[in-house]
């Protein structure tokens, strides 16, 4: 079993920039392929940022290419998001996920969630 712990959400204003953390624990997260996924309010969950297991490749949906960069330390058992020039559109609840498998990468049927963070974005 994997558990996932999201971090680093809060409250900013458009154009500003947040980091997001994914603390695993239970089991190395070596093996998984790790993304990022958001929900908005009343809107589907959307895939938004993938990492193979040895950190590359990287898939990222198209509204958040050049803004957004997703990483991992495998040896802290941990995945990042960084997020830059943030938009009001990127208001959702982040969560952390983990699969096995990568397969279609965009794909969001992982194995395991983490509780999600908030993140609001003013205008």
């Known amino acids: 079993q994997v558990q996932l712990v999201e971090s680093g959400g809060g409250l900013v204003q458009a154009g500003g920039s947040l980091r997001l953390s994914c603390a695993a624990s239970?089991?190395?997260?070596?093996?998984?392929?790790m993304s990022w996924v958001r929900q908005a309010p009343g809107k589907e969950r959307e895939f938004v940022a993938g990492i193979s297991s040895y950190g590359s490749p990287t898939y990222y949906v198209d509204s958040v290419k050049d803004r957004f960069t997703i990483s991992r330390d495998n040896a802290k058992n941990t995945v990042y998001l960084q997020m830059n020039s943030l938009k009001p559109e990127d208001t959702a609840v982040y969560y952390c996920?983990?699969?096995?498998?990568?397969?279609?990468?965009?794909?969001?049927?992982?194995?395991?969630w983490g509780q999600g963070t908030q993140v609001t974005v003013s205008s």
């Open positions: 239970g089991r190395t997260v070596t093996r998984y392929y």
């Open positions: 996920a983990a699969r096995l498998g990568v397969g279609v990468p965009t794909r969001i049927d992982n194995n395991y």
